[in-house]
């Protein structure tokens, strides 16, 4: 065992004047840091031993942990430190590291967070995710192997989110004999790597997590190292917090705080800048101006208050402002688009689907966004570009994204918290995608809406109705065409103006270079969507005919429009009823595999859970359907 | 420059965190447990919210055993606070008399697990503040701040939300409801120092005194009223102790302690060679105990 060193926890002071100690402690600053690797480089031992080391293991868990050493350990008698940190039953069965995990350690200077994150390539979301909050990663490589393409990954990745600070962990040196020119040719493969992906600078250390070389104290096995050890490295480095006090005044808007009808102030915590009492203030996006009348906290109000902290603001006037807004220098407040390039994060096992919409959180606003171009996929083991339709778990990507509103950013280069981005799905609530916002496309600032003078309502009124888009959902043959037709028959006779768009005439037309992949059923729905809409703007009740299977795209169309104007007519037919139909033989070609991506033989279909209207058609004619759309029309006119 | 230190880093996420919950849940509630987690965690949701009150009631899930002076204090914490206090014992889990000294795990199984969901299912609470800290044992390293339950209160360690800046990602489907952890990045050295540091009033059971005792199984335990089972013709000592964790009194182990004082029990704790879950007879099962009781919903 190595003695404790003295870095971390004097004991003298701590017994003998226990005041002064914490006075040192309460000063502390804190860094996150990030540790990655392939399977077998030894990142758990080395974090095992950084706790181990600092006294973060207490005697009963070191008897657990001699215990489960000698049972499933793999280092004899020796402890497994790798034990102390692969926390979850199944990762222990298997040896590997399957998730992140959060480790803390202190020393007389600082706090240490470290994301422990996998070297498994099916993980490769746990590890972005350990560095979104990470200022500093320590990438190990095991002296043995070198530069392997999981250092590659791990190097763009830690690139990519954003970090500075690269420490190059040359593991396990006891195994090439503490080697200095092994040690050397590494760091010459990993800087000429580094350097095409435009890692500028970093630190290399050679060590060992196993036999503690260099790692809290400098080692006598590696006489020609002149660097710092690990720790000290980590005491040391400069910290990002720090930095962001320079830069802009930004904060966005978490919660408005009303006790009573004289306080109105607006909760936050400061992204970057500093701020003071009397400071002109804009909001944005509305542009509002006003000054800051005070910062107030718990603890009393602040003359300033700097990036990190968590504070209220009141201003001067009374202006509006809400959660999403945010709250910036007047003298220099962020950019504002709805149309912008970015990296994109794939982190779900369900592959993306542009044009589909999704729910994309930065800071505290939240819009629809769709994914309008997938330009191309970047293969992080050389940083090519590839050509792409999509993107899988894992896959990372550079996209035109859009939004329905616009939004306040600024470039995730210039400021992480202001240009980190997420993607919800929004039927299953996953975090799907995590993605920084590269800059946005002028269009977005050059093309602004056409007001136009004769507007929708002129529209209706002219005709003398109210605009509807009546949407037909089901299986292929449950009868949407024939209702739908049933039904304009009726709404003409009554003087009513209309259109039908059908599925199958529009793939004739405006949808024919679309197939039936997932990704083109979602595009086909988008642009009968857009159609619809117009359709609608010009006064008509619209029907439309179409299988449209995702819920997602369904609701899509539904929020292009004005509240009740979309009506969800599910025409429900079971499969086993439509097969036996089979009016157009549809489903004998599928069933013979000689159509692919047929829906609700190969392609699933997602039924509506709360359409406006539901037609059961083992129970009602087409007749009897457009009598009882009629009636729900007229009752929710 | 203003360097922050880690404890007003830690405190700044902690609010941020709470306060992002505020903005998207719609019936949120504070567990609390009356230990010097929950006391932490209180007073951040008063400065989270200031100059309002902290805008969601506290829930003590309480277990009829908890230690005499912890149920004094659970009063005036919420008055102080200017909150709601509900208090929800398993009807159940009382009807039968479950209790510590006969029924062993079902004890924790019945009035904590059962009682938590049973009270989170009456109120409709869709999400629920906790005070656990990742450094306090294996499995909660890897759990989200902002954790998913499903509609029966289960946890899929597998299937976890990545959590990506300071963004988190909180929609949930009907029926289910979020934990959420704003301690997660606390240590139990910061919790103290914030403590002293804050000032804040923690139950007096923390410092040493005085306080009858009987040994059990290895454990020193407080003998806290006359509900506690003694051996033909023994009789309580007298020993000065102390609590680094609290919970139920029959299941909560105390050491010897002269350390009267918040400077005092931090350096016991930077001295002493055992962690505080040490205390808890629960976690002393199999190596993985707590990742099962959280998979069935224990908190």
Redesign the interface.
């Known amino acids: 065992m190595t003695d404790t060193p003295s870095v971390y926890?004097t004991?003298a002071l701590?017994?003998q004047d226990?005041?002064a100690?914490?006075d040192i402690?309460?000063?502390?600053?804190?860094l996150r840091f990030i540790t990655c690797g392939s399977v077998d480089d030894g990142k758990s031992t080395l974090i095992g031993r950084l706790l181990y080391d600092s006294k973060?293991i207490?005697?009963?868990?070191l008897a657990?942990l001699e215990a489960?050493s000698k049972k499933m350990g793999t280092q004899g008698d020796e402890i497994d430190f790798a034990l102390l940190?692969d926390?979850?039953?199944?990762e222990?069965e298997q040896g590997i590291t399957?998730?992140?995990?959060?480790?803390?350690f202190?020393t007389e200077k600082?706090?240490f967070?470290v994301a422990d994150t996998p070297g498994h390539e099916q993980y490769t979301?746990?590890m972005?995710?350990g560095a979104?909050?990470a200022d500093l990663a320590v990438i190990l490589i095991d002296a043995r192997k070198g530069v392997l393409t999981q250092t590659r990954r791990h190097s763009y990745l830690a690139h990519l989110i954003g970090i500075k600070q690269i420490v190059l962990a040359v593991n396990k040196m006891d195994l090439v004999d503490y080697d200095e020119a092994r040690f050397n040719e590494i760091v010459d493969d990993y800087r000429a790597f580094a350097e095409t992906i435009g890692i500028q600078a970093f630190t290399a250390i050679p060590l060992s997590g196993l036999a503690g070389d260099n790692i809290t104290n400098p080692s006598d096995n590696t006489a020609w190292y002149q660097g710092p050890t690990l720790l000290a490295h980590l005491e040391d480095v400069e910290?990002s917090?720090?930095l962001e006090?320079?830069k802009d005044f930004r904060m966005a808007v978490?919660?408005v705080?009303?006790?009573n009808l004289d306080?109105r102030?607006f909760?936050?915590?400061i992204a970057s800048g500093v701020v003071r009492i009397g400071d002109d203030v804009r909001v944005v996006p509305s542009g509002k101006q006003s000054t800051i009348a005070s910062i107030?906290?718990?603890?009393g109000e602040l003359d300033q208050a700097?990036a990190?902290?968590?504070v209220?603001l009141t201003f001067a006037d009374e202006i509006d402002c809400s959660?999403g807004d945010v709250i910036a220098a007047a003298s220099a407040p962020p950019a504002v688009t709805d149309q912008f390039e970015s990296t994109l994060v794939w982190?779900d096992e369900t592959p993306l689907l542009p044009s589909r919409s999704y729910?994309l959180?930065?800071g505290?606003q939240r819009v629809n966004a769709a994914v309008q171009t997938l330009k191309h996929q970047i293969n992080v083991n050389s940083s090519e570009q590839l050509a792409a339709s999509t993107l899988q778990l894992n896959d990372i990507g550079v996209v035109d994204i859009s939004t329905d509103r616009p939004i306040v950013f600024e470039e995730y280069a210039d400021n992480?918290?202001m240009g980190?981005?997420?993607l919800?799905d929004k039927m299953t609530?996953?975090?799907v995608a995590?993605g920084m916002v590269r800059f946005s496309l002028r269009r977005a600032q050059n093309v602004h809406w056409q007001a136009i003078d004769v507007d929708r309502q002129a529209h209706a009124a002219l005709k003398n109705q109210s605009p509807r888009v009546l949407w037909f959902t089901g299986l292929s043959g449950s009868g949407k065409s024939t209702i739908a037709n049933e039904l304009e028959k009726r709404l003409h006779q009554t003087g009513r103006h209309t259109y039908l768009l059908d599925g199958d005439n529009v793939r004739h037309g405006l949808n024919k270079d679309l197939g039936f992949t997932d990704a083109a059923r979602v595009e086909n729905i988008r642009r009968v969507g857009e159609v619809a809409k117009l359709m609608a703007d010009a006064g008509l009740i619209v029907l439309t005919a179409f299988i449209s299977p995702f819920q997602a795209e369904r609701d899509m169309v539904r929020a292009m429009l004005p509240d009740n104007e979309f009506v969800e007519v599910f025409v429900d037919t079971p499969l086993a009823v439509a097969e036996q139909r089979d009016v157009k033989g549809l489903y004998k070609k599928a069933r013979a595999g000689d159509l692919k991506n047929f829906t609700g033989i190969d392609s699933p279909y997602e039924a509506p859970e709360n359409p406006e209207i539901r037609i059961d058609t083992t129970q009602m004619t087409a007749e009897q359907a457009a009598d009882a759309i009629l009636d729900w029309l007229s009752k929710n006119a | 420059?203003?360097?922050?230190?880690?404890?007003?880093?830690?405190?700044?996420?902690s609010?941020?965190i709470m306060?992002?919950v505020?903005?998207s849940a719609e019936n949120p509630v504070m567990l609390y447990s009356v230990g010097k987690d929950s006391a932490v965690m209180l007073h951040l949701a008063?400065?989270?919210?200031?100059?309002?009150?902290p805008p969601f009631p506290l829930l003590h899930v309480d277990t009829t055993w908890k230690f005499q002076a912890m149920y004094e204090l659970r009063a005036k914490a919420a008055e102080d606070a200017g909150m709601e206090l509900l208090v929800h014992q398993n009807p159940e889990a009382k009807e039968k008399g479950i209790n510590p000294f006969d029924h062993g795990a079902l004890h924790t199984d019945m009035w904590k697990t059962e009682g938590l969901k049973q009270a989170l299912d009456k109120y409709q609470f869709d999400a629920a503040f906790g005070g656990a800290r990742?450094?306090e044992e294996?499995?909660r390293?890897?759990e989200r701040v902002f954790s998913f339950r499903g509609a029966n209160h289960q946890w899929d360690?597998?299937n976890?939300?990545?959590?990506?800046?300071?963004?988190y990602?909180a929609?949930?489907?009907k029926g289910e409801s979020i934990r959420v952890f704003p301690l997660?990045?606390w240590?139990e050295?910061?919790i103290w120092?914030y403590i002293?540091?804050e000032n804040i009033e923690i139950v007096p059971l923390y410092f040493s005194a005085p306080r009858p005792t009987v040994e059990r199984d290895g454990l020193l335990l407080m003998v806290d009223d006359e509900r506690f089972p003694l051996a033909p013709g023994e009789t309580p000592v007298e020993r000065h102790i102390r609590f680094r964790t609290l919970g139920c009194y029959p299941l909560t182990g105390a050491e010897e302690s002269k350390a009267t004082t918040l400077?005092?029990i931090?350096?016991e704790m930077?001295?002493?060679?055992?962690?505080e879950r040490?205390g808890r007879a629960i976690d002393k099962d199999a190596?993985?105990s707590m990742?099962?009781k959280k998979q069935e919903g224990y908190f």
């Open positions: 926890q004991d701590i017994s226990i005041d100690y914490l402690h309460q000063h502390k600053s804190m973060m207490f005697e009963d868990q657990s489960d940190v926390g979850l039953a199944a222990r399957i998730d992140v995990a959060y480790r803390f202190a600082r706090k967070i979301r746990n972005v995710t979104s909050t910290l917090n720090t006090q320079e978490q919660w705080n009303r006790p306080f102030g909760s936050g915590q107030v906290t718990f603890d700097v990190g902290q968590s209220t959660r982190m729910i959180k930065i505290t992480r918290e980190g981005f997420i919800i609530n996953a975090t995590a | 420059m203003t360097d922050l230190t880690h404890l007003q880093r830690l405190e700044a996420e609010i941020h306060r992002e505020m903005a008063k400065k989270a919210f200031y100059p309002s009150p990742r450094d294996k499995s390293a890897k360690p597998k976890q939300r990545p959590e990506l800046w300071k963004l990602n929609r949930k489907g997660s990045n240590t050295l910061d120092q002293h540091l400077p005092e931090i350096q930077l001295l002493t060679t055992t962690s040490q190596g993985a990742e099962k």
